[in-house]
């Protein structure tokens, strides 16, 4: 026994100490082989897969692309509005880099570095730009050394720039009173003399030059930087040398706008000018979007949402992929590939795919962002810059989201294979922890008995794959709840903008004694035009009452409705004294609401009151009629003319209607600036195109989701099959669980979402103290139905999916 | 000299009422070289021994010593090299993945390895199986026969210590079943492989130089224990 015992202890010695000497041998062999083994076998079975499961990689590459355009277009196109921003407040004001004042030799020496790509210096351009704001006796007057340094600068209706020193431009306004047109000769007077100051009256010069191009005032100067600082309206702008022995600033721009006082120094130094400067505004383009702390937080937080809801597509897609290989991952496992290795698997392959995306997003990404911007220029001729550039920070940001997104996606799958049975998954058993469902037996019966068997079983698999079920139900109830609260909240948001532009689409025409038949000429020739919606004529009466600083004014022909828009007010009839406008119409007329409108002779409170009447055939009554009527009566008119209101379509360019107004000497004005207007415009159509894309990420992860969850249950709906469900039957069903699915997200979603955007109106009204005269509380009921649309066709389209890859 | 030991090895599934005892207790040699088929009824635990053998499932309680070894020691990188140098499996379902041809499946154990493969003795081992002129097919585009003789070389081109067949005939007809065991005895003669055979045809057991009765987990017989040598039974 003792011996038996002997035996059995050393055979137990030997074992442990073999198995220590094979343990240490493995180590060593392990060690060795590591370093041996050839990923890229492992590589080549993962491209294999990758080429195997086509559809899903597809599918995947598509939701890393998708998630990598948005992120792009979020990155690159918010810092190339903050790049267009910063330069377009360069470039509306100066344009220039540097400015060097010096005398007119040295001047010249600058002027002759533009163009010459002086390494040096590194000079792009250089001008002069003087003008001269004592306007009297001296016309107001400027001289530009090179008009093409900023072409931008000189928003010309019509004509050209100057060619040579021959050629002069003039204000839109100067043109109209001097009644110039392109081609006519003007003669200017200007000072030229060596030893003169630039602004005295001596010395003049008089000359006459070609019109050549007439500018916009209201336009071109203020980007010039001059407004405010001279008549503007009568200004003419011509070429020049520089003068000699005069302090002349010289305006200089580099050929980039890298360490521009190193550059100014040296020039400076070179030309031995003391008084330079570097512009603030060309200092400012080159300041990073990282030190504007609230700029870069919004699109950080932006970057993050699309991130969280691509991040869905690209983990879905993923899952399945893996799912559908679980049982070649069990053989593999069986024939020795350890953990690492099919580890190593899944990270390569998702390697790849983030890379492949992730290039191919940028790309597209740059191109839907450049397409974009195009779009909006077109359709809101917006004035500033909108040009898609290409940052690095952009492109290393999104490959930073897409990998840390991607890789995130992989942490699920990667987990269940490393917990994964090989045997379990050999035999497509789940490796799930088992639950107890616990199902009411009458549940489902009443769908049954009212719907059939398919939509019971259906009602019994959502309850029994609860968490499955509620995975679906929350991920599309997070994508409504957030389209909801958006539109919403973007509409609340912009409804100062859509006021704006609204209230701005009215332009108001003078013209000074004209006829009605003149005026209706115009509004024929006006309504003949793109950019005009409609034309109303009316008459202004300004009407004076007995006291002193009584008085009102009568917008006659004028609809309310227009009328209300033009004036930014509403129209008052039920008129008490000193209310300055009230419109009467026709219709006003013609519906018998004279009572409440005071008639000719009328006592209105203590203030007599007149007003026209309207004349049935012109809209207006004849002055000399009127004046039968006024008798005796002590009341003074000071308008008799007729004015129009113009309507315009904002989408369409003013340029015509400019031209055809300063051809026909017709003034116009309006609360139209029309370049806020086409911004206001062009930051509606960028928020729709968000919500667009929007749309696009919601619709492609709700039948990316749907489809994963019913593709993970092929095999229950293969013994479904098997036992006898008709092809129609089980369709049925599918159909039943999508909608299902649909309807809850959809209700709970809107629910949220509505919730999220009164919340956004509390923060607004009580955090942010935002201007609460146009923020309104706003739901629009497009805003749920659209969702509850989509989440319709995606719940068909998902079956119709998963049944054709049955 | 045993290859392969069990000490008290154990399987237990579920818990409380419905825990199910696979494997009980179960203490087994297997010597090398020698042909062991394991017989028994449905549920009776036979294919759970056979994984536990291998190092694919865990056992609930007790060792398994492949030589000298307990290999439920190891942690997954070294059972997986283990695994994949000692241990050839063969499933009754041929388990080939799918993505790669008959070559590559039988290659995979030395790919994973990191090795370089022996050309000369992938011939030879395609030429045996007959599969030489199918060796760029997809497991998809062969017959269950062909699969599983490409299984079967997977199995053996590591020339592990033991090879594990878990019912390899049971999706066949009986004369692929015949070439796919002759096939099999041929492989691991020429290689001097243990053989661990799970199979309910007795016609096929008979062959075997050892044959285990297994019965709710439990060996209820074991005939030619102790026969010492293997009979060399030419294919």
Redesign the interface.
Known sequence: MIQANAVVKEQRNNHKNQSNDVVKKWEEISMKERKKISMKKLSGLTFRYMRYNRKRTLTTLVGVILSAILIYAVFGGGYSIYYNQSYDAYKNSTGWDAEFVCDGETAKELLALAGTQNKEYHVENAWIIQYNVDGNPVLPWGYVSDFSAMPEQFHLTSGVLPKNENELIVSREFALAEELDIGDEYTVSYLLHPDAEILTRDDMVTETKRVCGIFRDDYSLDRMGMNGEADCSKFVLMPQEAYTDIEIPVYIRFDDRNDMEEKAENLAAGFSIDDFRVSELARSINISIENNAPFLGTILLLAFVIECLTLLIIRNAFNISIHERNKDYGILRCVGMSRRQIIYCILTEAFWLALTGVLLGILFGHILISVVFGIVKRLAYVSFTLEMHFFRQAFLMTILFVFIGTAYAMVAPIEKLYRLNPIAAMNRRSTEKKRNYKIKPNRGRFLTKKFGFEVGYAYKTAWRSKGRFLVSVITLTIGTALFVGLNNSFDMSTAPIQEFVHSQSIRNLYMNSITYDEANSVRQDLLKMDAVKGVEIYSVLNVYGREEGDGGKCYLGLSRELYQRFNNQDADTDMVCNVEVIPVTKQDLSEKLTDKIPHIGDEYGNFDFYVYSLDENQGMIDMEKYQELLGDEEIEISSTGYSMAAEMNLSKSMNQIDRYCMANNINFSGSGDYAAVQDAKGTMIMIDCILVVFLIVFVVNMINIECSQLLLRRKELDVLRTIGMAKKQIGKMLYAESLLVSVLAWLIGSLIGCLLSFGWYLVNRFLLSTDMKFFHLHISAWSILIPGILLTIAAVLTVVIAREEE | MEILTTKNLTKIYGKGDTAVTAVDHLDLEIRKGEFTAIVGASGSGKSTLL?LL?G??TPTKGQV?L????IY??N???R??????K?G?V?Q?Y??????TVEENIK??V?????EVDQTKIDHLLNMLGLTERRNYLPNQLSGGQQQRVAIG?AVVNQPSIVLADEPTGNLDKKNSDDVINLLLKAVHETEQTLVLITHEMDIAAMADRIIHLEDGKIVNDTGKRRGERTKKQP
């Open positions: 994984h291998g694919v499932d010593f030589e000298g070894t307990n020691k190891l997954d990188e070294k997986s090299i283990m695994r994949r140098r241990i499996f499933f379902t388990n080939l993945v799918p993505v790669l995979m154990p790919l994973l390895d990191g090795n997977r």
